[in-house]
């Protein structure tokens, strides 16, 4: 999701789909996308079709990837939320952001 100043959202944008076993992420197109639409913050967001909410070390290294390098770039990440038919988490409730 692509924020304003304001919080106000820009957009949403797919970065990647994945499969059963799970997806590849590439940083520099969310980083590019957030950039080309002027964004001023963001916040990151996924579905876990198999109902687990807890973020897998890949996925907490992903998000502090691109936290780093969006904080460089005055365009911090304000929350990851993992999603499940039930459920959420957001590193940002959690305190891991």
Same mark, same amino acid.
């Given at each position: 999701? *692509?924020?304003?100043?304001?919080?106000?959202?820009?957009?949403?944008?797919? $970065?990647?789909?994945?499969?059963?076993?799970?997806?590849?992420?590439?940083?520099?197109?969310? *980083?590019?996308?957030?950039?080309?639409?002027?964004?001023?913050?963001?916040? *990151?967001? %996924?579905?876990?079709?198999?109902? @687990?909410?807890?973020?897998?070390?890949?996925?907490?290294?992903?998000?502090?990837?691109?936290?780093? $390098?969006?904080?460089?770039? %005055? @365009?911090?990440?304000?929350?990851?939320?993992?999603?499940?038919?039930?459920? %959420?988490?957001?590193?940002?409730?959690?305190?891991?952001?």
């Amino acid at each position: 999701m *692509l924020l304003n100043r304001t919080n106000r959202v820009l957009g949403m944008v797919t $970065i990647s789909t994945g499969g059963t076993a799970g997806t590849v992420v590439d940083i520099m197109l969310i *980083l590019a996308t957030a950039i080309k639409a002027n964004a001023s913050s963001m916040a *990151l967001s %996924y579905n876990h079709s198999f109902g @687990n909410l807890m973020p897998s070390e890949q996925v907490k290294r992903l998000t502090n990837r691109v936290k780093d $390098i969006g904080k460089l770039l %005055y @365009n911090p990440v304000l929350d990851h939320v993992i999603i499940t038919s039930e459920e %959420y988490f957001s590193f940002a409730d959690e305190g891991v952001l």
